[in-house]
């Protein structure tokens, strides 16, 4: 997943009562960093920081567009767009730390400050977003765009950031604008009261076992995992299970207790569904509602019309229509694995019917059965750093680019590591940051961001620093991190997402590398396709003791497997996608409560009652608190586009095909942002993409 660090835009400056005096001189936020690569310098930067360096980026921006609204000179480009979208450096570089810091390794402290940022934040997009005279230079550029001799990207950066204007209501009316501010304070606070629920439920959830009869079915690997955990939290001689997905899902494919299958798939899927404080049903009603509201004030039907408006898909009804599609041709065969693995029940004796919790231990059956493959089988040749140099590789054959490992850039957890990528030639391209391992400081899940975007300053370009946060499996006293393959794909997607980064181009802020929502995943998903490759897994796929290659005889088995389980794959990522688009398609401000409108969303597309949606909606982040409301179905739109690229160089026989890596490079990563999504992946594909490569991968037609 990408997240975004969008410019904040903000004026408003507000003296924060409570705040820890922090002397400019003291704050690394206030100078330049004096850092390798001139990284943030996170040995220095404490959580007393940010609140000042917040306040004084607002200050500066204030300034900033206070200078621009004030010329006296006519709206030009250099004098209106450009500087708008070069303002606001220090608050956006503060925002990059802040918002991964409070992700990727949080406290009370910094969740503290986070509450008391949000409403300042949100005023802050308000009050520029909505300020008449920046609007109307912004307009007069836009109104005389073709008149005043500029080129293609000025005129673009032009148009997007008037329709950013609109989109956020600049053309309302003073009494509207009011609605709309308060709108985005409560949704502010209510999508941190969403995130924080999720953390604290994550956190709250422990699988202690003391009795080795209930470890029966678990690899030793998975024990050895669990044992480590229970040191760690001080219970030594026990095995402690959690919520992050190295732990519970492994538990669900191999342990032979059923009873405990599903206690911790209980405890998974009822996450801020639970009555308690961290409870989340109120939290999404309040956030459904608000949204609508925040839709009907900007003009449109609803809020996935507002959204997806901005999109490649253009309407819900698009989306609907392509969703349904999938849905199709994949839900029969999801009934058919339920089939395949109530057999097995009935022929052990089970006496009962397959339920949610019991889906990965007999698919794993399955597996077994049909292609004679455990994941157990394929771990240890799957050490994190052979993926890791694996992923690297591919990208060295691909776009000749290499990576350096450093030891002497600061890092924000002491298990983070960094490199420094260069183009072929030696050219520094930009900084890798690779953070792997769950920890209770850390959300759930994967993604890449950054802390310093590509783009273009007093006339020489600026690299990016990038930034991929995982939740992988930890190594053990025994073993390194092993891997089962789909953190291995994992892995490979998220460093897709940091290329994206690393290769995106353009001088301007607003449109170099910014993309439509449903383009995001193309960069990331397409690299995924290189993981599975026979001649890739030959490089990086060797047995953590004896570096022995992966034998051909398993990367056939991993080939025959492809389409294993991709009913249930399919079924619950595709419910999840139809119930966001539900619940951001209401057309009247309604209450909502959230059981019977789940309930309903998923008994009207037929779901079974074997499997649940990928995300139930109290735990569904990436749309509740997330960059990806109204917009969860992007990861399969872009599968369609990623699918049908890979397809590209299997057609020409070559996999690291070179000019297709360069034109790939060119149109779909670097200048991404130069067009529309669909125009700049015609101009790679020289063709529409064909839903069919897609299909035919999953085994659904």
Partial sequence: MKKFSFLLLAIVVVIFT??????????????????????????????????????????????????????????????????FDKSGK??????????????????????????????????????????????????AVYDKRFEMKLDSQQIRVTEKYYRDFVRSGANLPKNKQDELRKVNEQLSLQTLNFGENILNENKSFKLVIDNKNDLEGLPQS??????????????????????AKPSWIPFLQYSAKRDLREKIYRAWFMRGDNGNKFDNKEVIAKIVKLRYQKAKLLGYE?????????????????????????????LPVAKKEVI?????????????????WDWWYYAEK??????????????????????????????????????????????YQKDIETYEVKEADGKHLGILYLDYYPRDSKRGGAWCTDFRSSGWEDG??????????????????????LLTFEEVTTMFHEFGHSLHGLFSLGKYTRTAGNVPLDYVELPSQVMENWASEPEVLHVYAKHYKTGEVIPDKLIGKIQKSGQFNQGFVTVEYLAASLLDLDYHSITSPEDINVTEFEKKAMGSIGLINEIIPRYRSTYFSHIFDGEYPAGYYVYIWAAVLDADAFNAFKSSGDIYNKQL??????????????????????KFRGQEPSVDPLLIRRGLK
């Avoid at 044992?227 to 959690?242: D, H, P, V």
């Avoid at 019309?305 to 392509?322: E, G, W």
């Avoid at 395949?340 to 949610?356: R, V």
């Fill in 18 to 83: 409570g705040c820890k005096s922090v002397k400019k001189t003291d704050n690394p936020f206030f100078s330049e960093y004096k850092t390798p690569f001139q990284v943030p310098p996170f040995d220095k930067i404490d959580s007393t920081h940010f609140m000042p360096a917040y306040l004084e980026g607002m200050k500066q921006h204030n300034e900033e567009i206070d200078k621009i609204v004030n010329d006296d000179h006519a709206a030009t480009f250099e004098n209106t767009v450009l500087s």
């Fill in 366 to 411: 399955v597996r077994k059965a049909k292609y004679d493959l455990d994941d157990n089988e394929l771990k240890p040749y799957f050490s994190l750093s052979n993926v890791r140099d694996g992923m690297f590789m591919v990208a060295n054959k691909l776009y000749g680019i290499t990576f350096t490992k450093h030891t002497d850039i600061p890092v």
């Fill in 460 to 481: 020489k370009k600026v690299d990016a620093i990038e930034s991929t946060t995982f939740n992988l499996s930890k190594p053990t006293a025994d073993a390194p991190a």
């Fill in 222 to 243: 998975v024990i050895d995992g669990a044992s480590e955990a229970a040191k760690e939290a001080g219970m030594q001689g026990k095995w402690i299970f959690t919520l």
């Fill in 661 to 682: 890596a360069d034109k790939f490079r060119k149109y779909c990563l670097a200048e991404s942002g130069n067009d529309e999504g669909m125009v700049q992946y015609h």
């Fill in 340 to 356: 395949e693995m109530q057999k097995i029940i009935d022929k052990e004796g089970g006496k009962f019917k397959l339920e949610p």
């Fill in 90 to 139: 220090l608050l956006t570089n503060v925002s990059k730390v802040f918002n991964q810091l409070t992700e990727g390794n949080t406290n009370q402290q910094l969740q503290d400050i986070a509450r008391k940022l949000s409403p300042l934040t949100s005023k802050h997009n308000d009050d520029i977003s909505m300020n008449e005279k920046l609007f109307q230079r912004i307009k």
């Fill in 302 to 330: 609803s809020y996935a019309a507002y959204v997806i408006d901005d999109n490649m898909a253009k309407t819900p009804a698009n989306v609907k229509q392509f969703l349904m599609k999938l849905w199709d041709a994949s």
